[in-house]
């Protein structure tokens, strides 16, 4: 459930720090207060797309912060993305006054796809329209998918529908073409044919160009380090040569002035560094070999390296690249052209794409009739009595990626009334209330810990309000249930109370929210009823109203 809500510098919200607790609470305040700010604050603490809108006037960033109890389907997901876990999860959300936006799952960074993944498992929102949700066919058929719990055999469907029209796909293609692709499969084998009598290697081509510029200059290789070898070690005026004649001199020198001697020791290093520069010049010249032989062969193989390389219209070291792609496609193109082959792959997937598709149409027709019986009893109590409701699931012409049909919901307002698509009801009261009892009746259904409900009952009065109340409330006796409400009805069968109140301070409007209990409730109730919330009539049928929720409350189930 949802404990903790922070908000800073957030539409009309300057700073507020609000707690909840179990059960049902409702939100309410006057036209204009703000009452929503929570319901869309907590959106995008849970992945929703936003804007610099989002921000306070005169403020740089806006954040949003929400802390839920960690759920056992939660903290597997935490572990399996790797965020730390803990009894506690912190989603938080920043946006800035660029638009900007960031988010964070228990203080470490997160993407808004994860954000709402972890919403996924902890808050189901129904929104105030969401009638005109229901009425398309595939927000249909995702209700019923979700009411069924049908998420994995939804998923298998999709996966083998993915699956067969890959392989359909391409027996279209071979099928359609067979003349170009052996036409193709011809070039590419006289193609691969001369690449392959040169066998380019990877790296060869660096390797080749260094050899073949030192075996033709190996000559004049040969007479530098030759001329480098004299000068350091020649017999006649060679550098060595010298340096000893001038160790002799020194030595000779020291015997005169003994502090001559580091000056011995320096020129000692000096001769054994040339002695051994020497003796590395040699080496080196018995390494090079004249080998005309091999530079001819290097040339061959660079020149058709570079002809191979031009007509291929690729540089010359991605010749090698290009000998492993032409195979690749090759392969392809045979694998391709044994269209027998590829059909019984076609006819293989598509019997796994219809078992997978029953299943799933299976488990939905079975959650069809369970969530019809659901909605149509929630209607008798919501001043519907002899309404029907049916999910009429719509044969296709051929199993898509959602199975193998759509989903549409149809209602009778009344007795006798024929049932009708839900996107043909005229009466805004009625698709109001037909939105509420799906929404009660699938979030019986849903696993989650928190029910938020934005307005659901608007277009509804009188008797019906109160069993929205009371159906809420009960709905409050197994999760946590948040209702923003324009109803003393409804807020009167509230546990807890919030009250979203529009200020006029020297920065501007802001709103503020207050937890009210006992006379300031009673006050705020009057006020709901359209009264004067300072009359003692109003006052009394407050009073009434809220003793009357709570003695219902106390009720057996």
């Given amino acids: 459930m949802l404990r903790r809500l922070h908000l800073r510098d957030f539409v009309l919200v300057d700073e507020i720090d609000l707690e909840f607790d179990a059960g049902f609470s409702a939100l309410t305040g006057e036209t204009g207060a703000g009452k929503s700010i929570l319901v869309d604050a907590l959106k995008l603490a849970l992945g929703e797309r936003g804007d610099a809108s ?5 403020s740089s960033r806006a954040e949003i912060a929400a802390t839920f109890d960690t759920t056992p389907e939660l903290a597997e997901w935490l572990d399996e993305q790797g965020f730390e876990g803990g009894d506690e999860v912190l989603l938080r959300r920043l946006i800035d006054a660029q638009g900007r936006s960031r988010a964070f799952v228990n203080g470490s960074p997160a993407t808004l796809a994860q954000l709402r993944a972890a919403g996924e498992r902890l808050v189901d929102i129904h929104g105030q329209h969401a009638w005109q949700s229901l009425v398309r066919a595939d927000a249909a058929r995702d209700l019923l998918d979700a009411y069924a719990q049908a998420g994995a055999q939804r998923l298998a469907c999709a996966q083998a529908w993915r699956a067969w029209k890959t392989l359909d796909e391409r027996l279209h293609a071979a099928r359609s073409d067979l003349g170009a692709r052996d036409a193709e499969r011809e070039a590419l084998a006289a193609q691969l044919a001369e690449l392959e009598r040169l066998a380019p290697l990877a790296d060869e081509w660096d390797a080749l160009n260094v050899e073949q510029h030192r075996l033709a200059h190996a000559a004049e290789l040969i007479e530098q380090l030759q001329l480098a070898a004299a000068s350091v070690d020649d017999d006649e005026d060679g550098a060595r040569r010298r340096l000893l004649a001038g160790g002799h001199a020194l030595h000779d ?5 003994a502090t001559l001697a580091p000056l011995i020791e320096q020129l000692d290093a000096a001769e054994a560094q040339l002695r051994e520069l020497a003796r590395e010049l040699g080496a080196r010249l018995r390494t090079i070999d004249l080998d005309p032989e091999r ?4 040339d061959a193989r660079l020149s058709a390296w570079l002809t191979l390389a031009r007509r291929h219209r690729v540089a010359p070291d991605a010749l090698a690249d290009q000998l492993q792609a032409l195979r690749g496609r090759l392969n392809e193109l045979e694998q ?9 792959e076609v006819d293989a997937a598509l019997q796994r794409l219809r078992h997978a598709a029953d299943a799933l149409s299976a488990r939905r027709r079975d959650a069809a009739t369970r969530l019809a019986a659901g909605v149509v009893a929630q209607m008798q109590r919501l001043g519907m009595e002899g309404g029907r409701f049916e999910v009429a699931l719509l044969p296709l012409d051929a199993v898509q990626a959602g199975g193998a049909e759509s989903v549409e919901l149809r209602v009778a307002g009344h ?15 009625e698709l109001s209330r037909i939105a509420l009892a799906v929404a009660a009746t699938s979030a019986a259904q849903q696993t989650v810990g928190t029910l938020v409900f934005d307005e659901v009952d608007a277009g509804v009065g009188g008797a019906v309000a109160h069993t929205v109340g009371d159906l809420l409330a009960r709905l409050g006796r197994d999760r946590q249930v948040l209702a923003v409400t324009h109803l003393a ?3 009167a069968c509230a546990d807890g109370h919030l009250q979203v109140v529009k200020e006029t301070a020297g920065g501007g409007p802001r709103s503020r929210i207050a937890r009210l209990d006992g006379d300031a409730r009673v006050a705020e109730l009057a ?6 919330a300072q009359s003692g009539v109003a006052l009394e049928h407050a009073r009434e109203l809220r003793g009357d929720a709570v003695a219902r409350s106390q009720e057996p189930r």
């Fill in 295 to 298: 530079l001819r062969q290097i």
């Fill in 54 to 58: 989002v921000l306070r006037a005169g």
């Fill in 415 to 429: 007795a006798g009334a024929p049932l009708r698509a839900l996107a043909r009801v005229a009466s805004g009261g």
């Fill in 336 to 344: 391709q052209v044994d269209v027998d082959a590829l059909q019984r």
């Fill in 253 to 257: 020198a020291a015997r005169i002035d």
């Fill in 527 to 532: 006020r709901m009823l359209g009264g004067d």
């Fill in 489 to 491: 009805q409804v807020a």
